[in-house]
């Protein structure tokens, strides 16, 4: 880690980072290699969308861009500015009326993978749920392929505490040399109880490890966040339904904690829309999208908080440690 600098060589543009010295790669930036299309449902619409991910331009970050048979309608950047809901998912928007939901999911796969650069064409109003998870968007990524840029990837120093609360739910930062989170969560029902995930991210095991955790919701809750308008196209193919004395998904859970990876997943796609890597440790306790968008407002507002470093690479593992208890008296 170096502070914020001319970098000391310069990759050939488009280099494939999977050949050569990948802590040598991992100090520029990177973006697809192609061009990828996919379609699903908006979980929360139950709009029939499609997605394009492209090549983005050095130095541009993550850019929704709304199409339509017309044309572009507008487009967004992805940092935490344009946020402008975060109740049940991560909203981003630019004007009255360009909104992009449910975007963290396919942020946290470009955070896991290491992309600092793509443009988001997409005809409807909420990113596909796809099965809940960052899973299909992973793939898609790398069925693109991912390549380096000429510009030297930066990150985001944290430099002092920062944390926010909201009664028993809180969630901070603190200085690290590396991205990590401490994430836990606390439910009366039996099936989830109290999870607890810790892990330090580096990209080669973010797919096996966090990508494939499902989003969930109670069964009883179902009914309710259908009359408030919302999870219409929710269903057992795209989010864990927890009954009353089990899982109603035929195959089950993914991870035993598969509630809390997910919890994680959603915080780290949330934190990439600080428009950068952030190196710093992440304590998250019974927080949510809201929680996550304040702590980033919170940090990014404060200049006194962070820098902007040279980008290392990290070492090629992710480290986990999982820890389940049987549940307290709490709520999510």
Same mark, same amino acid.
């Given at each position: 880690?170096? %502070?914020?600098?001319?970098a000391?060589?310069?990759?050939? %543009? ?12 991992m ?8 061009s ?29 861009r ?6 572009v309608?507008g ?14 998912c ?5 004007g009255?009326?360009?909104?992009i ?6 942020m ?5 993978l ?6 988001? %064409?997409i005809?409807?109003d909420e990113v596909?749920?796809?099965d809940g998870?960052?899973?299909?968007? #992973?793939?898609?990524? %790398? ?20 944390s ?19 994430c836990?969560?606390?439910y ?51 989010? #864990? ?5 089990r ?13 809390v990876?997910?919890?994680?997943l ?8 600080a ?26 507002s404060d ?30």
């Amino acid at each position: 880690m170096r %502070e914020l600098e001319k970098a000391d060589s310069t990759p050939k %543009e488009g280099a494939d980072p999977s050949a050569g010295d990948v802590r040598n790669e991992m100090l520029w930036q990177r973006t697809l290699k192609s061009s990828i299309q996919c379609t699903g449902v908006g979980v929360h619409t139950n709009q029939r969308v499609a997605i394009t991910l492209k090549p983005g331009a050095p130095n541009s970050g993550i850019v929704f861009r709304r199409v339509s048979d017309a044309g572009v309608i507008g487009e967004v950047r992805a940092t935490h500015v344009n946020v402008v809901d975060s109740r049940l998912c991560t909203v981003l928007g630019s004007g009255r009326s360009l909104r992009i939901g449910t975007v963290e999911h396919l942020m946290a796969a470009f955070a896991g993978l290491s992309i600092d650069n793509a443009v988001v %064409e997409i005809d409807a109003d909420e990113v596909p749920v796809m099965d809940g998870s960052a899973a299909p968007f #992973v793939f898609l990524i %790398e069925c693109a392929g991912i390549v380096t840029q000429a510009a030297a990837r930066r990150a985001i120093q944290v430099l002092k505490p920062v944390s926010v609360a909201d009664g028993e739910r809180h969630v901070s930062v603190m200085p690290a040399a590396t991205f990590s989170i401490d994430c836990r969560i606390a439910y009366a029902h039996p099936m989830i109880g109290q999870q607890r995930v810790r892990f330090t991210l580096t990209p080669s095991a973010f797919k096996t490890e966090l990508c494939r955790a499902r989003t969930f919701c109670l069964e009883e809750d179902v009914s309710k966040m259908r009359d408030a308008g919302l999870a219409k196209g929710g269903s057992l193919e795209n989010a #864990v339904v927890i009954g009353r004395n089990r899982v109603l998904n035929d195959d089950g859970l993914r991870y035993e904690n598969e509630c809390v990876r997910h919890k994680a997943l959603d915080c780290l796609g949330d934190l990439y829309l600080a428009g950068a890597p952030i190196l710093g440790a992440i304590e998250s306790v019974r927080a949510g999208h809201a929680l996550n968008h304040r702590l980033l407002n919170a940090l990014m507002s404060d200049a006194t908080a962070w820098r902007y470093v040279l980008h290392d690479a990290a070492e090629d593992e992710l480290s986990v440690e999982a820890e389940r208890t049987m549940p307290r008296a709490a709520s999510a």
